[in-house]
Nanobody
Framework: VQLQASGGGLVQAGGSLRLSCAAS????????MGWFRQAPGKEREFVTI??????YYTDSVKGRFIISRDNAKNTVNLQMNSLRPEDTAVYYC???????????????????WGQGTHVTVSS
């Protein structure tokens, strides 16, 4: 599956952005789909995932970010609200297969990645 992320940009603190990840080659219903992010000088970190009908968020984005699947458009979206400067990062969508719960937070477990989209939140 090929993934193409879009929707990043510059926004003031408290604002919102909506990221999209368009999949091609395979249907997203075949995969676990998630979002990760990487801030400058830091490792790539888990943000959220849609896994076997369940959704998980990292604590820092709970109540602010929402992941959703649009099977008709074969896309996965990330609605980001109440953005903070610490949310500034490159955001990546990812697809994985046959993941178990303990592995969903590990980026090395995902086999397909989008190219990344930059999100900058100014204070």
């Amino acid at each position: 599956v090929q993934l193409q992320a879009s929707g990043g940009g510059l926004v003031q603190a408290g604002g919102s952005l909506r990221l999209s990840c368009a999949a091609s080659g395979r249907t997203i219903s075949d995969y676990t789909m998630g979002w990760f992010r990487q801030a400058p000088g830091k490792e790539r970190e888990f943000v959220t995932i849609s896994w076997r009908g369940r959704i998980y968020y990292t604590d820092s984005v709970k109540g602010r970010f929402i992941i959703s699947r649009d099977n008709a458009k074969n896309t996965v979206n990330l609605q980001m609200n109440s953005l903070r400067p610490e949310d500034t990062a490159v955001y990546y969508c990812a697809a994985g297969s046959r993941l178990i719960l303990s592995s969903i937070y590990d980026p090395d477990r995902y086999h397909s990645w989008g190219q990344g989209t930059h999100v900058t939140v100014s204070s």
